[in-house]
């Protein structure tokens, strides 16, 4: 089956007025039909650039300097940008972390959730506001018509979240990106949207890419995990595969951080020493400084991201013992 999204060898390239630096440096994953695929990582570490890079939406200072973005067989860096806008909404849904800003204070939820059958789908007045009620019930509000008539801020934040990924799916996307959706909301509202997520991928045939800097979240969601650092590749498996076989020391850190492995360890967290720094990861291992494993061979070169079983790559010199949690 092929790939709804393959993005392959990205690179993104930063500049300030001084200097400039890759954000993303040969990233490569992609998404299978009605798969969930976690990108997971530091903050930093390229993620977020990565989804602007997809929905053509990186700012003026970031430029795409090599790679290919391939969506239901279309490369999105070889097409314009009225191409991209139509892409955007109707084949691409996108959630991203900060509810409170991504919906417009000033206009009520229903007036918001109507523009969009308005104009892109040419709708009535009345077909657009039946299918705006019939989309607040879908992503579970009972009192549809009471949120139909209130500004964004008379709501919660879990409710502007599921006003987003109601706006996200409005047009059946084939693939829905979440950008660290749960981030700003506490313990208990963060399942009701993971759950929400999972339902509307089972109900609609949705492929999902959920960006998390919280792995313990892609363990409980994603079919497949990729561990991205420095802009790189580190380690991509089923999720089941990365938590039980573990084989790059950057993975290793980010299970060992994870409150689950000291409950079930009975130890303290062990958090990775440092900082990314993308600057000092010239000709070696961009993970080298903050490897507690590493060789001095590590510093030569940067490894290449290698097949080390069926269905599992990583980009480490040194093969490590495992973690299992």
């Known amino acids: 089956m092929s790939p709804i999204l393959s993005v392959e060898n990205l690179i993104v390239q930063l500049k300030s007025s001084q200097t400039s630096w890759l954000g993303v440096n040969d990233f490569s994953f992609h998404v299978n039909p009605q798969e969930t695929v976690c990108i997971t990582g530091e903050s930093g570490a390229g993620k977020t650039l990565t989804i602007l890079a997809i929905l053509g939406l990186l700012p003026l200072h970031a430029s795409v300097l090599a790679g290919n973005i391939n969506f239901t067989g279309k490369n999105l860096l070889g097409i314009s940008d009225q191409q991209i806008r139509d892409i955007r909404g109707k084949e691409i849904g996108v959630v991203f972390q ?21 104009r892109k789908e040419h709708y009535s007045k009345k077909q657009a506001q039946d299918a705006s009620l019939a989309l607040l019930e879908q992503v579970g509000f009972h009192n549809s018509l009471s949120v139909f008539r209130k500004y964004s801020y008379q709501l919660s934040g879990g409710m502007q979240q599921r006003i987003l990924i109601a706006m996200a799916i409005s047009r059946n996307p084939k693939l829905l990106i979440a950008d660290e959706p749960t981030t700003a909301l506490d313990t208990t509202i963060q399942a009701q949207i993971v759950e929400l997520i999972e339902q509307l991928k089972a109900d609609i045939g949705l492929s999902v890419l959920w960006i998390t800097h919280d792995l313990s979240l892609a363990s409980r969601i994603a079919d497949r995990t990729v561990i991205i650092y420095a802009g790189k590749t580190m380690e991509a498996a089923p999720t089941e595969t990365i938590l039980a076989t573990p084989y790059h020391p950057y993975t290793q850190g980010l299970l060992q951080s994870m409150p689950q492995y000291a409950l079930r360890h009975g130890c303290h967290l062990q958090p990775i020493k440092g900082i990314c720094k993308p600057s000092d990861s010239q000709n070696r291992c961009v993970f ?30 040194f093969h490590q013992s495992v973690v299992t949690v």
Do not use: S
């Not at 900060?98 to 308005?118: C, H, S, W, Y």
């Not at 903050?290 to 269905?311: E, G, N, T, V």
């Open 288 to 317: 080298y400084t903050r490897c507690d494993q590493a060789r001095p061979y590590c510093k030569m070169a940067q490894p290449p991201l290698k097949q080390i079983r069926p269905h599992h790559q990583a980009a480490c010199w």
């Open 98 to 118: 900060e509810p409170g800003t991504a919906l417009n204070p000033v206009m009520k939820i229903g007036d918001q959730l109507m523009e969009i059958f308005r």
